[in-house]
């Protein structure tokens, strides 16, 4: 079944037919850009309710995440943020997968469709041009033919007459034929034109008209599957990032899981305690004998603590301490004398640790100039070494004062109770680090175990020159490799110590970069040299 044979007379229906499908889908199109409007909404309304329940850096909320239920409150967030990024997805997607793509096809069906209909009308219109010049011919042919009656009648009667003269008789007779003549060219016009517009006609319901409305059909069929494409695409979008939805809900329960409320007790503890003994029973003062009112040793009073919670409530030490008093807040001193003990001894070892970490990332920046500066005397057309001085001196300047920054602490620490855990704690720094560090008194350089050593420590220039003396007699060997890299870029290697290497070479990573900006690398062959570290991407093995 087919529109061009059993719709042949129903051409205004197939118009409007047409028509309300591509309203259709133009409604169908508005339909997904509101709804991708909600879910851009609802994501924009997601991430700015995320942000207004993170808490800001430095705040007293961030500081509160070492709490298990304060860190998953944060994951939560997260996931929530994530949460929206999907959601922003699916209105990423359905925009362009289905809004996007159907107002395009829409336009196409829509030139498609006025091309058939304008078709149809051009033959519609030659129809019934074929059918005008077939009436008119009807009537002309019609018209004659009545005139030739009208002249036959009257070229008859002429000849009966008997008054009427041979001549009159022979004009009529004349005229009589010529009518006749003229009909009958007017009959075969007539003729013609009706057998053209019956084969025009014939060719307009069987032939043109149905081909057209078979187009339509097509067009129409074409559309309704673009259309139920659409629907699939609608529930499909949200459907493919529902397993990372899913992830996201799991990291909330994970979140809820992951509360653990004996860990956040102890973590309590371990920040505030403060170290302090509690308070003893305070003694009785008898004003009859006049003695002293001092408060015997075992009251709060003459507590043998440095700086504790009395001095914060004021000088009488005699009066009892109580827990809900409002405190009056400490000074805060660069030794942490104003903290209780616990405090103190935790806040001194947090500074020595991360004294300690600023003091490597100087001891390796040294190492990586000084083997820069090496370098440049040994390759002059690489570099000038005396540009790298400044630098030098400017990092040993920082070593030596993180060293005296760590002895001042350390003495500091010692102070507090924790020795032992400062030598521990020593143990991480580099060797070169704890040998040069000087005495905040004197200058007595520390030996590694924490003691004055009775023999004065060789400069650290000296230190340093002769490590990198050793690396460079060592190079003859061939050291194993630590990994390899892949070369992003093109490397000429034109320089002396560099190598030369193509975008996409594997070549064996044989020295890390130290900071200089040079990689160590070596090939199958064994040629050794240094490349740009930027050129490459490098993965180390564990």
Same mark, same amino acid.
């Given at each position: 079944?087919?529109?061009?044979?059993?719709?042949?007379?129903?051409?205004?229906?197939?118009?409007?037919?047409?028509?309300?499908? &591509?309203?259709?889908?133009?409604?169908?199109?508005?339909?997904?850009?509101?709804?991708?409007?909600?879910?851009?909404?609802?994501?924009?309304? %997601?991430?700015?309710?995320?942000?207004?329940?993170?808490?800001?850096?430095?705040?007293?909320?961030?500081?509160?995440?070492?709490?298990?239920?304060?860190?998953?409150?944060?994951?939560? /967030?997260?996931?929530?943020?994530?949460?929206?990024?999907?959601?922003?997805?699916?209105?990423?997607?359905?925009?362009?997968?289905?809004?996007?793509? &159907?107002?395009?096809?829409?336009?196409?069906?829509?030139?498609?469709?006025?091309?058939?209909?304008?078709?149809?009308?051009?033959?519609?219109?030659?129809?019934?041009?074929?059918?005008?010049?077939?009436?008119?011919?009807?009537?002309?042919?019609?018209?004659?033919?009545?005139?030739?009656?009208?002249?036959?009648?009257?070229?008859?009667?002429?000849?009966?007459?008997?008054?009427?003269?041979?001549?009159?008789?022979?004009?009529?007779?004349?005229?009589?034929?010529?009518?006749?003549?003229?009909?009958?060219?007017?009959?075969?016009?007539?003729?013609?034109?009706?057998?053209?517009?019956?084969?025009?006609?014939?060719?307009?319901?069987?032939?043109?008209?149905?081909?057209?409305?078979?187009?339509?059909?097509?067009?129409?069929?074409?559309?309704?599957?673009?259309?139920?494409?659409?629907?699939?695409?609608?529930?499909?979008?949200?459907?493919?990032?529902?397993?990372?939805?899913?992830?996201?809900?799991?990291?909330?329960?994970?979140?809820?899981?992951?509360?653990?409320?004996?860990?956040?007790?102890?973590?309590?503890?371990?920040?505030?305690?403060?170290?302090?003994?509690?308070?003893?029973? &305070?003694?009785?003062?008898?004003?009859?004998?006049?003695?002293?009112?001092?408060?015997?040793?075992?009251?709060?009073?003459? @507590?043998?603590?440095?700086?504790?919670?009395?001095?914060? @409530?004021?000088?009488?030490?005699?009066?009892?301490?109580?827990?809900?008093?409002?405190?009056?807040?400490?000074?805060?001193?660069?030794?942490?004398?104003?903290?209780?003990?616990?405090?103190?001894?935790?806040? /001194?070892?947090?500074? %020595?640790?991360?004294?300690?970490?600023?003091?490597?990332?100087?001891?390796?920046?040294?190492?990586? /100039?000084?083997?820069?500066?090496?370098?440049?005397?040994?390759?002059?057309?690489?570099?000038?070494?005396?540009?790298?001085?400044?630098?030098?001196?400017?990092?040993?300047?920082?070593?030596?004062?993180?060293?005296?920054?760590?002895?001042?602490?350390?003495?500091?620490?010692?102070?507090?109770?924790?020795?032992?855990?400062?030598? @521990?704690?020593?143990?991480?720094?580099?060797?070169?680090?704890?040998?040069?560090?000087?005495?905040?008194?004197?200058?007595?350089?520390?030996?590694?175990?924490?003691?004055?050593?009775?023999?004065?420590?060789?400069?650290?220039?000296?230190?340093?020159?002769?490590?990198?003396?050793?690396?460079?007699?060592?190079?003859?060997?061939?050291?194993?490799?630590?990994?390899?890299?892949?070369?992003?870029?093109?490397?000429?290697?034109?320089?002396?110590?560099?190598?030369?290497?193509?975008?996409?070479?594997?070549?064996?990573?044989?020295?890390?970069?130290?900071?200089?900006?040079?990689?160590?690398?070596?090939?199958?062959?064994?040629?050794?040299?240094?490349?740009?570290?930027?050129?490459?991407?490098?993965?180390?093995?564990?």
């Amino acid at each position: 079944m087919d529109w061009g044979t059993d719709l042949w007379d129903q051409y205004d229906i197939i118009d409007k037919h047409t028509q309300s499908g &591509l309203e259709l889908v133009e409604k169908y199109v508005k339909f997904v850009k509101e709804r991708t409007e909600i879910e851009q909404n609802y994501a924009k309304q %997601l991430r700015n309710l995320t942000k207004k329940y993170n808490p800001k850096r430095g705040c007293k909320e961030e500081q509160e995440c070492r709490f298990s239920n304060h860190q998953s409150f944060l994951d939560i /967030l997260n996931e929530m943020n994530d949460y929206a990024g999907q959601r922003e997805l699916i209105a990423e997607n359905m925009m362009m997968n289905i809004c996007i793509e &159907l107002t395009k096809y829409l336009q196409e069906l829509k030139m498609e469709r006025k091309t058939h209909l304008s078709e149809a009308k051009k033959s519609q219109q030659s129809l019934e041009s074929t059918y005008k010049q077939l009436d008119s011919s009807k009537k002309r042919f019609e018209r004659e033919w009545r005139e030739a009656d009208k002249a036959a009648q009257y070229a008859e009667k002429t000849d009966q007459d008997i008054n009427a003269t041979k001549a009159d008789v022979e004009k009529a007779k004349q005229q009589a034929n010529m009518r006749t003549h003229i009909a009958e060219e007017c009959k075969n016009d007539y003729a013609a034109q009706l057998q053209k517009y019956n084969k025009e006609q014939s060719q307009f319901y069987f032939s043109d008209m149905p081909l057209i409305f078979n187009k339509l059909q097509d067009m129409d069929e074409r559309r309704v599957r673009k259309l139920a494409q659409g629907y699939v695409l609608f529930s499909d979008t949200e459907r493919h990032v529902m397993p990372i939805i899913g992830k996201c809900l799991e990291g909330v329960t994970k979140a809820g899981t992951n509360v653990n409320e004996r860990n956040d007790s102890i973590a309590l503890i371990e920040q505030y305690k403060s170290g302090f003994e509690r308070p003893g029973d &305070l003694d009785f003062e008898d004003y009859s004998q006049g003695i002293n009112r001092a408060s015997s040793d075992s009251s709060l009073g003459t @507590l043998g603590t440095p700086k504790g919670p009395l001095e914060l @409530l004021g000088k009488n030490r005699s009066k009892p301490f109580w827990l809900f008093s409002k405190k009056s807040k400490p000074t805060v001193t660069e030794d942490f004398g104003h903290l209780p003990p616990e405090q103190r001894r935790k806040r /001194l070892q947090q500074k %020595l640790d991360d004294i300690g970490k600023e003091l490597q990332k100087e001891v390796d920046q040294s190492e990586a /100039l000084e083997k820069m500066k090496d370098v440049y005397e040994k390759n002059p057309q690489m570099g000038d070494p005396a540009s790298l001085s400044p630098q030098i001196n400017q990092t040993a300047q920082n070593m030596e004062r993180l060293r005296l920054e760590l002895s001042k602490y350390e003495s500091w620490l010692t102070e507090a109770g924790r020795r032992g855990d400062s030598m @521990l704690r020593r143990d991480t720094l580099p060797e070169d680090a704890l040998s040069y560090r000087s005495h905040s008194n004197n200058n007595e350089p520390y030996s590694p175990d924490g003691t004055h050593s009775e023999e004065g420590t060789p400069d650290s220039s000296q230190a340093i020159y002769a490590e990198f003396d050793d690396d460079f007699e060592e190079e003859e060997e061939l050291v194993a490799p630590i990994g390899q890299c892949t070369a992003m870029y093109n490397f000429p290697g034109a320089s002396e110590g560099t190598i030369t290497m193509q975008e996409g070479e594997v070549l064996s990573v044989v020295e890390e970069d130290k900071g200089d900006g040079w990689t160590r690398v070596r090939r199958a062959n064994g040629n050794e040299g240094y490349i740009p570290t930027s050129y490459v991407s490098i993965s180390l093995s564990k």
